[in-house]
């Protein structure tokens, strides 16, 4: 009786935690294939991407870290992210609010004290972190360090109120707020005119980012852009994050890290949205019941979530996008995304892994990389 029990609960974890050892054993330790969506007449795909063996092989989680929630924690609370020191720039945008932009330069990886020139022809990749996270993030870090070791410049653009900086003007940050990237974006290219740029969302950053290129069509600067587990479509994701037991731990977990912020700039939230609300919510639907709904003036927070959804602008995106997902992300559900539309459009290549969790895809036995860190910087797109 003790063995069978120990048997059924072990099942029973097993499945809780979404393990896939035991498959990735029976796989030979080979990985799954990564899944390619794209136009069948699409030249980013036939001249570029059908080019890149990266995008053609496999994907093998760090053997103990073999399930979603384990890959998320542990980005989460460590992450191993390699070591370096930025060099901040502060920008103010037109309205008075203050971005905190940290650079990454290729030299400074060799310890060398320059600056970048306005007639630089190096390539410069503009991060765009995800909800309440910053240039420290462990996964920036990853992401970051392995552009610069291949002789990129990186620019990590942080939200506003975000990595140590104060908010300066009567505006938050959101989930579709794309006034901030425009601004930087082309604050950036007047600045370094023969720089080709390209931008790197992340999480809520990559709802943000695909938002912002299916408003500019032709007219935005970038040369090409990624789209890293983007939640694609806010309703369905704050339906599946409030429907199991697991999925609530982290609706509570990322309704504390908003709380935090508030918190943070509590002068200004107490003046512009309801702080008694912020203080008591216990998820993100009602921190965006109680702030962001107020201060960007949306009636409901369905209202929000339907108007700032990416996936509703995927068809007039106009430069290479490549999108990475992981089929088994807790937080952003594969339900969410577009497939059709990215299918549709000439210019996206759609990657689905089954495994990775939430912009983890550690990789190694070690798990001292992030599998979508070589991706991004070969592809172009």
């Known amino acids: 009786y003790a063995l069978a029990a120990l048997v059924a609960v072990s099942v029973l974890a097993y499945r809780f935690v979404e393990l896939h050892v035991i498959g990735d ?96 022809s190096t390539p410069l990749l503009v991060v765009v972190p995800g909800l309440t996270s910053d240039s420290d993030a462990a996964y920036a870090k990853h992401l970051v360090h392995s552009m ?76 090409g852009a990624a789209s890293i587990c983007s939640p694609w479509d806010l309703v369905v994701c704050d339906r599946f994050i409030s429907r199991k037991l697991v999925q609530r731990f ?3 977990a990322l309704a504390f890290g908003l709380k935090g912020y508030a918190k943070l700039h509590q002068p200004v939230l107490a003046r512009l949205a309801n702080w008694e609300g912020i203080k008591k919510s216990r998820s993100i639907r009602e921190f965006d019941h109680h702030a962001t709904c107020i201060v960007a003036k949306y009636e409901t927070v369905d209202t929000y979530y339907r108007r700032c959804s990416s996936a509703s602008f995927v068809g007039n995106v106009s430069v290479p996008l490549l999108c990475i997902s992981a089929l088994d992300d807790p937080l952003c559900t594969r339900e969410a995304i577009p497939w059709d539309e ?40």
């Not at 080979?30 to 063996?53: D, N, W």
């Not at 870290?65 to 502060?90: D, E, N």
């Not at 999480?203 to 007219?219: C, F, P, R």
């Not at 969790?357 to 990789?363: I, K, T, V, W, Y």
Request: net charge positive; with cysteine.
């Open 250 to 252: 982290y609706d509570k």
């Open 342 to 381: 990215c299918r549709a459009n000439k210019n996206i290549v759609l990657a689905t892994t089954q495994n990775g969790g939430h912009l983890a895809f550690f990789q190694g036995l070690t798990a001292g990389k992030l599998w979508y860190g070589d991706r991004t910087k070969s592809e172009n797109v």
């Open 25 to 120: 054993l029976l796989r030979g330790l080979r990985g799954r294939r990564v899944e390619l969506t794209f136009h069948p007449a699409s030249e980013i795909y036939h001249c570029v991407a059908s080019k890149c063996r990266s995008l053609h092989g496999r994907y093998l989680a760090t053997p103990w870290l073999a399930s979603p929630h384990l890959q998320t924690l542990f980005l989460g609370i460590h992450g191993r992210p390699p070591s370096f020191t930025y060099k901040r720039q502060l920008y103010t945008v037109r309205d008075g609010g203050t971005i905190a932009l940290d650079w990454l330069l290729a030299f400074d990886l060799e310890d060398a004290d320059e600056i970048i020139s306005k007639d630089s």
């Open 148 to 223: 610069a070791r291949k002789g990129w410049n990186v620019v990590v653009s942080n939200h506003r109120g975000l990595g140590g900086v104060s908010i300066t003007s009567d505006c938050l940050y959101n989930g579709g707020w794309t006034e901030d990237v425009r601004e930087v974006i082309n604050y950036l290219h007047r600045k370094y005119p023969k720089a080709p740029m390209f931008c790197v969302g992340t999480s809520i950053g990559a709802n943000i980012l695909v938002k912002y290129l299916g408003e500019e069509g032709e007219s935005t600067p970038l040369a």
